[in-house]
């Protein structure tokens, strides 16, 4: 029987997870560590030929564009948004913009002028990324994106795109059949859900309901410290910039 096995990142570990539903031999783990330079694409290709099938890693900031990282002096600086921060909140903090006007920058047609076009420049990027590989999903990302929230982060999929990889991978390998006996996935990759901004929200004429508040972690301040949890916790567009700035305010060295 044949095995398969996933290397790469989070989105390959929630593949395989989800795969284990299937008989035990499908599923293989190889590693998830992929920054060895013996473990690229093109070493794996070179050694094993069409036994690898190369997949993209799903990245699309289209709905919500600017989400980087920021570092401190212990190292990456956590937030709100666990390891994720906002570009236009980080840029109106240095430029002293209060939180009211940092929020009217967010979730006014202000983006625009920031990222003039959010959704199209997100889907060539990754459309580049794919040049050279076996599969795509760039074409099924412009294709529901309207319709269905398809990422609760720029790398964090929902689990409905990526069943659409696994039909595409299995597809591939011959062996599309298996799939048959998948059943519901639990292993969302929904830790942080960050918000389709606004305005991209009308111009581009999302379909899908837009979420109350944005999904985060629970961030606490004492004695001009603070700690970041794994506990959930409901931020409206206010209360996370106050958050963010708050913190910013203490690690002011950061970038």
Same mark, same amino acid.
Request: glycine share 6%; hydrophobic share 40%.
């Given at each position: ?5 996933? =290397?790469? !990142? ?13 008989? *035990? *031999? ?6 998830? +560590? ?11 290709? @070179? ?18 564009? %600017? ?14 948004? +666990? ?7 980080? /840029? ?5 913009? +209060?939180?009211?006007?940092?929020? +009217?920058?967010?979730?006014?047609? @202000? ?13 060539? !990027? ?9 599969? $795509? ?7 529901? =994106? !309207?319709? !269905?929230?398809? #990422? ?11 069943? /659409? ?6 597809? =591939? ?6 799939? @048959?006996?998948?059943?519901? #996935? ?13 305005? $991209? ?11 109350? %508040? ?19 916790? $409901? ?21």
């Amino acid at each position: 029987m044949l095995k398969v096995g996933f =290397l790469g !990142n989070c989105q390959a570990q929630c593949l395989e997870t989800w795969v284990r539903q299937l008989p *035990e *031999e499908v599923a293989v783990r190889i590693s998830d +560590d992929f920054t060895l330079p013996d473990l690229s694409t093109s070493r794996l290709k @070179a050694q094993f030929g069409d036994k690898i099938v190369s997949w993209p890693n799903a990245y699309f900031d289209g709905y919500f564009p %600017g989400i980087s990282y920021r570092y401190s002096n212990a190292g990456k600086l956590l937030g709100p948004l +666990d390891e994720y921060h906002w570009d236009m909140i980080d /840029e109106s903090w240095r430029s002293g913009f +209060d939180v009211a006007q940092c929020v +009217d920058r967010l979730t006014s047609e @202000a983006v625009f002028e920031r990222y003039p076009q959010p959704i199209g420049e997100s889907l060539r !990027n990754l459309a580049e990324r794919e040049v050279g590989l076996d599969t $795509i999903i760039s074409d099924y990302v412009a294709s529901m =994106l !309207n319709r !269905n929230r398809l #990422f609760y982060s720029m790398n964090h999929p929902v689990n409905e795109l990526l069943l /659409e990889m696994l039909h595409r991978l299995f597809g =591939l390998i011959g062996e599309r059949r298996r799939l @048959a006996g998948l059943g519901d #996935f639990g292993y969302p990759l929904n830790k942080i859900i960050l918000p389709v901004l606004p305005a $991209i929200f009308q111009r581009f004429q999302i379909k899908f309901d837009q979420e109350a %508040g944005i999904k985060g972690v629970e961030v606490q301040f004492a004695d001009e410290e603070f700690s970041v949890s794994s506990q959930p916790k $409901i931020y409206s567009y206010a209360d996370l910039v106050e958050c963010f700035y708050r913190i910013y305010d203490l690690n002011s060295s950061f970038q």
